[in-house]
């Protein structure tokens, strides 16, 4: 059964340094699509990157970075040059091509950026 | 500017009432969704509609109704059926339903029961 699982509840890191969301999945469809939603206190949900099974390319979108090991099945995503207004929940989706059009989440890591 | 509005931002429940959340948006997307979110949990699926007149349950749709008579539109109503509806509510919408679509979501209604 599809399933992501995010195994870190809670992060730090120091302003400017890069930080790894980690992101694991477990699919048995070929075609999936992986992304990343950003969640300030505020709630809306925010769109940051988005990586396909068949993309030979990590996805990059500016300071996001998406590390991709298709063998390991984990997606980790990179933020680099932390800034304070990065500090939000941060949850990995994957949507498979095949089956229902639903988006599966993980619960999220919680990232809080320290001045 | 577009986007997807949600209303209210806080909704309060009495026991037995159905109440409506709305989602509107105005991107021009066929899909949208709802999500309902407990805390320390990720989204869970309730309603997809990927065109008007037609939508489906997802993981956790018991107690909860929708209709989509619009392509802007798609309200969710939380009956009296659902006995543990607090909870965040997030609507969503992508273009598509593909598998590279991405969804856009609105900013959530907090639903609170008295």
């Known amino acids: 059964a599809q399933k992501i699982t995010q195994t870190q509840p809670g992060m730090f890191v120091q302003e400017k340094e890069a930080v790894t969301l980690d992101c694991t999945y477990d699919?048995?469809?070929?075609?999936?699509?992986l992304f990343w939603y950003k969640q300030p206190s505020s709630g809306e949900m925010i769109f940051l990157i988005y990586?396909?099974?068949?993309?030979?390319q990590n996805a990059t979108e500016g300071r996001y970075s998406l590390n991709f090991q298709k063998a390991r099945k984990s997606a980790n995503l990179v933020i680099s040059a932390s800034q304070l207004g990065d500090s939000a929940m941060y949850f990995c989706a994957m949507r498979e091509a095949s089956g229902t059009y639903k988006y599966i989440f993980g619960t999220g890591t919680r990232l809080k950026v320290l001045a | 500017d577009g986007g997807i509005t949600q209303s209210p931002k806080y909704l309060f429940r009495k026991e037995g009432q159905n109440v409506t959340l709305s989602c509107e948006q105005n991107?021009?997307?066929?899909?949208m969704y709802w999500y309902r979110q407990d805390p320390g949990q990720g989204l869970r699926l309730i309603y997809y509609?990927?065109?008007?007149?037609?939508?489906q349950k997802g993981d956790i749709a018991e107690g909860y109704s929708v209709s989509r008579e619009k392509k802007e539109s798609f309200p969710l109503t939380v009956t009296s059926a659902q006995k543990n509806p607090t909870a965040f509510y997030l609507c969503?919408?992508?273009?598509?339903?593909?598998?590279?679509?991405?969804?856009?979501f609105g900013p959530g209604t907090r639903l609170l029961v008295l």
């Open positions: 509609s990927q065109i008007v007149n037609d939508f």
């Open positions: 990586q396909g099974s068949y993309d030979e």
């Open positions: 699919t048995s469809d070929q075609s999936y699509g």
């Open positions: 991107l021009n997307h066929d899909a």
């Open positions: 969503a919408s992508s273009i598509g339903a593909g598998m590279k679509e991405t969804q856009y």
